[in-house]
Structure formats: structure tokens, C-alpha cells
């Protein structure tokens, strides 16, 4: 990337955060990388410095924004936000959102800054030889922690605000279903009738008995937790979090290979003890496909950049287009039996 000194964002950005941070008028950012991994958005560490009243301070925020070509999922940068500000104050561990700004002045795109937490969310390390202990103590830990989500009182944290709130077993998943199918007609170039049929299916078979609807993370899965030494210490990846059924989430776990740190029977089993609520094999089967269907939605907003834009698109987004719609269709396609 060059000297941070020669990079405009770097620049621009210590200059936003001098006017957000209480007596950092000579704040600046000496370093300022992407995150890898993540595909929906752009994640950005900044590590900045300033003098306080202590000497120099040092802090790392971390940035989101959509990418420059725009979101890939149907809720807008805000929504994310929201979810990270109504959490701060529960029990369920995020990192504390700090401001969103939607004035482009600054970085050319809307963005929000959160606090940065500390520790690694790379699935490798928790694959090394000799850490199956670790892999089992991480799986427990995650079901504990999916748990607690599904058990918050997402009324009293505010997610009723700006989320919509299911008012039969049926709108658990149809609401978020309309949600994802709206994004899918409304980016896709081309007629796919193995799409169609799973959002036929999935309508038509929407759960009739959810015994609660709760907090959903929506995106649950390696690579999306942060852990330091042996201890889960933050969650991340919000934008698809809504209020719903909380089979969604162990489909989401499942799809993501959480049961390759401990059996599924033994993820479900926490799960169960620590929340008070029961597995429904069946309910995670339906939500299996709705997490294909919705990995072929995520899809069709790359593939019209790809062919409106002459190809010039992050290479994970180009990745992700043209892998996963195919593969999804095909996992859908297997669980309808067809």
C-alpha cells in the first residue's frame, strides 16, 4: 500500500477521528490494512496515535464499509451498525460501535468505526496438531454463546427499533425469506429455476411451530469468532442478523463446519443445557436450504458487476460469484431430494 503518510484514506481518515476523539488533535494513523477475509464488506484495522494526557496513547479501530461497488446483502451499512450498538450492553460479546457516518466527504463511501478487539478469528490456528482439546473447548464455549444470544431479551435492547418482529411462527422465516428474495429478483441477470424452486419450497414449507423467536446472528460459523488463548472473546459479522428462529443459526453453524471443533450431538446438547430450549432436526433441515438460497442471492449482485463492469471487482467477490451459486443450487437441490 505505500506510506501511510501517501495514502489518501489513511489521511482522511485520522482526520475524521480528530474530530471524534476527545483531545486527539494531532491523532494520526500510522498503519492501515484490510482484513482478508469477509466477503459481504470491506473490514480496515487503523492504528492510530495521538498524544493524551498520559503521553502518546495507540488504539486499533476497526473500520467497515460496503465495497466501492456496493453491498451484497440486503440490509444497509446502518443496519449492521445498529446491531452492534443495541448489543453493547448485553451479555453477548461484540466489539462497541463507535460512530456511523454516512457523509461520503471522507472516505468517498458511508462507513462506521467500532472498537477493535484483541485476538485472532483464523480457523488455522485452532487446526494445528495436538490442539483437539482446544477445538472441543471452542465448540462448547460457541454453543454457550449461541445460547445466550437466543435467550436475550432482544425487546428491551432495542432490536425492535429498526428490525421487523415475526408476529406468527410462519413470519420467522418468511420475513427474512422476502427479504432475501426481493435481493435475489432484484439483481439477478438471468432466469435460474433451481432458485426459484427453493424459494418456492422454502415458502411453502415455512416452520408452523417456533416456540420462541429470538436474537438471530445469521452468518455463525469458523472464521467468524475471535478467541485469545483458550477463550471465545467476541462475535462478528452481523449483517445478517434479524429476529427469528433460532434453528437458522445451527443451520448457519452446521453449513460453516462448527461441529468439525465438536460433534453436533454435543454442540446441540450445550446448547440445549444453557438455553432451555430444544433442537428441531427438522427446523435446521428447512433453513439448510434457505442458507443456499441465500448464498445464490449474494451471488447475483457480483455476477451483473462482473458482466456490467468489465470484470474489475475484488478478486474474493469474483471468487464467491461464480463458486458458490452453482455449489448452493446443488446443496439445495440434495436436501429437496430432487
Not at 116 to 126: E, Q
Not at 197 to 222: M, Q, T
Request: with cysteine; hydrophobic share 40%.
Amino acid at each position: 500500500m505505500g506510506p501511510v503518510q501517501d495514502n489518501p484514506d489513511a489521511v482522511r481518515l485520522a482526520a475524521y477521528l480528530r474530530t471524534k476523539v476527545d483531545g486527539a488533535s494531532d491523532l494520526v494513523v500510522e498503519k492501515l490494512h484490510r482484513n482478508v477475509g469477509g466477503m459481504s464488506r470491506e473490514t480496515w484495522f487503523a492504528d492510530a496515535t495521538w498524544t493524551g494526557r498520559n503521553g502518546r496513547e495507540k488504539k486499533t479501530f476497526t473500520v467497515r464499509a460496503d465495497h466501492p461497488e456496493g453491498s451484497v446483502v440486503p440490509v444497509p451499512l446502518e443496519y449492521e451498525y445498529k446491531v452492534y450498538h443495541a448489543l453493547a450492553d448485553t451479555d453477548v460479546p461484540v466489539a462497541r460501535a463507535l460512530w456511523f457516518e454516512p457523509d461520503p466527504q471522507w472516505l468517498g463511501r458511508a462507513f462506521y468505526i467500532r472498537e477493535t478487539i484483541d485476538g485472532t478469528s483464523a480457523p488455522k490456528a485452532l487446526f494445528r496438531k495436538g490442539e483437539d482439546e482446544l477445538r472441543r473447548s471452542m465448540g462448547r464455549q460457541l454453543a454457550r454463546l449461541l445460547a445466550r444470544i437466543h435467550v436475550l431479551d432482544w425487546e428491551a435492547a432495542g432490536f425492535p427499533d429498526f428490525m421487523p418482529v415475526p408476529t406468527s411462527p410462519e413470519d420467522a422465516a418468511r420475513l427474512e425469506l422476502a427479504r432475501w428474495r426481493k435481493h435475489y429478483e432484484d439483481h439477478r441477470i438471468e432466469a435460474r429455476p433451481v432458485a426459484t424452486e427453493l424459494f418456492s419450497w422454502l415458502n411453502r414449507n415455512a416452520p408452523r411451530d417456533v416456540p420462541r423467536i429470538s436474537l438471530v446472528w445469521g452468518d455463525v460459523g469458523l472464521g467468524n469468532f475471535i478467541f485469545q488463548g483458550e477463550s471465545v472473546v467476541g462475535l462478528t459479522d452481523w449483517e445478517q442478523a434479524h429476529l427469528g428462529d433460532p434453528m437458522k443459526d445451527w443451520a448457519s453453524a452446521l453449513f460453516r463446519g462448527v461441529d468439525n471443533l465438536l460433534p453436533r450431538d454435543e454442540l446441540f446438547a450445550e446448547w440445549e443445557k444453557e438455553s432451555g430450549l430444544r433442537i428441531d432436526e427438522d427446523r435446521i433441515r428447512y433453513y439448510s436450504v434457505f442458507i443456499d438460497a441465500q448464498y445464490v442471492s449474494i451471488s447475483h449482485p457480483m455476477i451483473r458487476r462482473i458482466v456490467e463492469r468489465d470484470g474489475l471487482m475484488d478478486i474474493s467477490l469474483v471468487r464467491l460469484a461464480m463458486g458458490f451459486p452453482f455449489h448452493c443450487q446443488h446443496l439445495g437441490l440434495k436436501a429437496l431430494d430432487v
